[in-house]
């Protein structure tokens, strides 16, 4: 059934054709990483391969690029949010994580850009566990508390 008929939302964490097709249904939010919209798109850069997503009839994109933190896009806005210093261990499931955050916070009404705030927060503590997919939960509020809350960074 189409989702947007029945107005529920939709977030692609795809890559290759998929995220190009993910583009074209015009999927509310697409998160690839950095290397998957490179590689997607042909493109060369971030802002060039978002630009092809937007030309498919992509909103919101959100990219993450690791330890050069997050990068977001919606209608009017585009948005970084710093990674978090000092943050080493296993990357493994780290962009899950993210993506869980970014989720989690939109759903509970939060805004875009603190969104993204969550989402960076998120994968961070997901790199300082030794098991990908266990967070500590602690850890994550004090993360994300390390963002400010008013205004985004362009």
């Not at 490179?38 to 092809?52: N, P, V």
């Not at 296993?90 to 916070?105: H, I, K, R």
Request: aromatic share 4%; no cysteine.
């Amino acid at each position: 059934l189409d989702a947007h008929a029945r107005r529920i939302p939709v977030l692609a964490d795809v890559s290759g054709k998929a995220l190009l097709a993910a583009a074209r249904a015009r999927a509310d939010i697409l998160k690839p990483n950095a290397s998957e919209l490179l590689e997607a798109t042909g493109a060369s850069t971030i802002a060039a391969g978002i630009a092809i997503l937007r030309d498919l009839g992509a909103t919101k994109i959100v990219v993450s690029q690791g330890a050069d933190g997050l990068y977001g896009t919606d209608e009017h806005n585009s948005y970084h949010v710093p990674p978090i210093r000092d943050i080493a261990g296993n990357p493994t499931g780290a962009g899950d994580a993210a993506t869980a955050g970014l989720v989690s916070a939109l759903v509970g009404g939060a805004t875009f850009f603190r969104s993204l705030q969550h989402a960076a927060a998120l994968g961070a503590t997901a790199v300082l566990s030794p098991v990908a997919g266990e967070v500590d939960t602690a850890t994550y509020f004090r993360l994300l508390k390390s963002y400010p809350t008013d205004g985004a960074t362009a």
